[in-house]
């Protein structure tokens, strides 16, 4: 059986995932699997990272702005977007 305090806890978080503009990443790591091989693609104190060579070069890749366009259809944002 549930006390009231954790049914307002669940009640609040239902609130703030309807509202998904609440949440700005600042600090992230995720694998993403690209055609060839997985990569590791980060967001760290504004900047992004990407294993690949294309980053590495050019300072920007598709998984990159792959992973931005997915957290935007999401409703998030990052404190420093990339704009692809």
Known sequence: MMDSAMIA???KAREYAS????IAFSDFT???NGKHQT????YQNG?????CDFFTQRGVCSHVMAV???L???GTS??????A
Do not use: D, H, M, N
């Open 30 to 32: 995720v694998q993403f």
């Open 78 to 83: 990052l404190l420093q977007p990339v704009t």
């Open 9 to 11: 806890k669940i009640s």
């Open 47 to 51: 900047t992004w990272k990407c294993e």
């Open 19 to 22: 509202e998904p503009e609440r």
């Open 39 to 42: 990569y590791t693609v980060g």
């Open 72 to 74: 935007t259809k999401a």
């Open 68 to 70: 931005e366009k997915v």
